[in-house]
T-cell receptor, first 111, second 114 residues
Framework: DVKVTQSSRYLVKRTGEKVFLECVQDMDHENMFWYRQDPGLGLRLIYFSYDVKMKEKGDIPEGYSVSREKKERFSLILESASTNQTSMYLC??????????FGNGTRLTVT | EDQVTQSPEALRLQEGESSSLNCSYTVSGLRGLFWYRQDPGKGPEFLFTLYSAGEEKEKERLKATLTKKESFLHITAPKPEDSATYLCAVQGMNYGGSQGNLIFGKGTKLSVKP
């Protein structure tokens, strides 16, 4: 079965720390996405990638960067974590314009 | 501007009480409408894709329908295990980068009481 794996379910970091969220998919999908999900705001797209080393900004890229060195892996980087980045982070992948496959999420708390 | 609106925000049902969730959308050329189910603390789980007006899909107690302006997720004789947040998303013709991306609604939180 299709699988998107996020490296951590829960993460607690301090303000100013550099944070890495990792995501791996085993479906050979060309497209990968990072979303954050907050109560009342729904899912918001941070960044997506349509090929290795390619990336495009989503709706809320400020304070984040991404890396895609291999097709199966897409990393989200918080250069200097802030409390307003406390959220649920969801990684997803898709083939072409087919359905998204989601990971189980990383709940990040920044104190 | 492309957008997706789901209603109601929250819905409480008694077990066995059928109802419908609504997803209204405006998009430049619909390429697909997706329904997902999300349990607390987990990632969304795919339910259905609909491509054209008049299309219907069913899975157990769920049935999704599509018109040119909205989609409904009908829940027949729901059980407590159907409690979850249901998300709707659309894929338009002219959204996002080279492969585009989905526009999500904010979801309907469904609670089914025994």
């Amino acid at each position: 079965d299709v699988k998107v794996t996020q490296s951590s379910r829960y993460l607690v970091k301090r303000t100013g720390e550099k944070v890495f969220l990792e995501c791996v998919q085993d479906m050979d999908h060309e497209n990968m996405f990072w979303y954050r999900q907050d109560p009342g705001l729904g899912l918001r797209l941070i960044y997506f990638s349509y090929d290795v080393k390619m990336k495009e900004k989503g709706d809320i890229p400020e304070g984040y960067s991404v890396s895609r060195e291999k097709k199966e892996r897409f990393s989200l980087i918080l250069e200097s974590a802030s409390t307003n980045q406390t959220s649920m982070y969801l990684c997803a992948s898709r083939a072409g314009q087919r359905r998204l496959h989601f990971g189980n999420g990383t709940r990040l708390t920044v104190t | 501007e492309d957008q997706v609106t789901q209603s109601p925000e929250a819905l409480r049902l008694q077990e066995g009480e059928s109802s419908s969730l609504n997803c209204s959308y405006t998009v430049s050329g619909l390429r697909g409408l997706f329904w997902y189910r999300q349990d607390p603390g987990k990632g969304p789980e795919f339910l259905f894709t609909l491509y054209s007006a008049g299309e219907e899909k069913e899975k157990e107690r769920l049935k999704a329908t599509l018109t040119k302006k909205e989609s409904f997720l009908h829940i027949t004789a729901p059980k407590p295990e159907d409690s979850a947040t249901y998300l709707c998303a659309v894929q338009g013709m002219n959204y996002g980068g080279s492969q585009g991306n989905l526009i999500f609604g904010k979801g309907t939180k469904l609670s089914v009481k025994p």
